[in-house]
């Protein structure tokens, strides 16, 4: 399937006149809504081109979510089943920087999973966001977020977030 009739398949937002995309949205190396460089740079170089963005990993193997915090490791969930991937995150700032995304998306009356895979789809260089859901309400809630929006004081308490853990995963 080419990828123009699969995003006409997943979304009513439309594809830019190239097929091509650019595959570097969030970076879980540095668990932030979407890789610096790319949006200071790249994101212009690729509009100009045509080329979407097709942003991977918007909860940084799951860490977004918040279900690993205090130690959890929730049974059947990715960080349980494949702990040696998980040695990227194992850094002094990743569960605070994720606590504090968590405590944002709870004032805002949303899930942790939701804010941050909505935060990802604000982006205006992001034509979709790839996902990994493992259970049929993970999927749900995912694919839920697709009109979810921000609002002026909750975008500024992300950015407030991401200054003080600007790369907790590095």
């Known amino acids: 399937m080419n990828a123009r009739l699969y995003r006409s398949k997943i979304s009513s937002r439309p594809l830019p006149s190239s097929e091509g995309a650019a595959n570097c949205g ?3 190396e540095r668990l932030q809504p979407a ?3 790319y949006e200071t740079g790249l994101s212009e170089v690729t509009r100009r081109a045509g080329v979407p963005l097709l942003a991977y990993s918007p909860l940084a193997f799951g860490h977004l979510s918040g279900k690993y915090l205090n130690g959890a490791k929730p049974e059947g969930a990715r ?7 998980g040695q990227r995150y ?3 700032n990743v569960m605070p920087a994720v606590a504090a995304y968590a ?3 709870r004032r805002a009356g949303l899930s942790a999973a939701a804010s941050a895979i909505a935060l990802v789809r604000s982006r205006w260089f992001c034509a979709s ?5 493992i259970t049929p309400a ?4 995912n694919i839920d977020t697709e009109n979810l929006s921000f609002g002026g004081a909750v975008l500024a308490d992300l950015d407030a977030v991401h200054l003080r853990y600007p790369n907790p995963a590095v």
């Open 103 to 105: 405590e944002l998306a």
């Open 129 to 133: 966001v790839i996902i990994g859901a």
């Open 26 to 28: 969030l970076d879980p």
């Open 90 to 92: 194992d850094k002094p």
């Open 79 to 85: 960080m349980t089943r494949y702990p040696p991937f």
């Open 35 to 37: 890789q610096p460089h």
């Open 138 to 141: 993970q999927l749900r809630e």
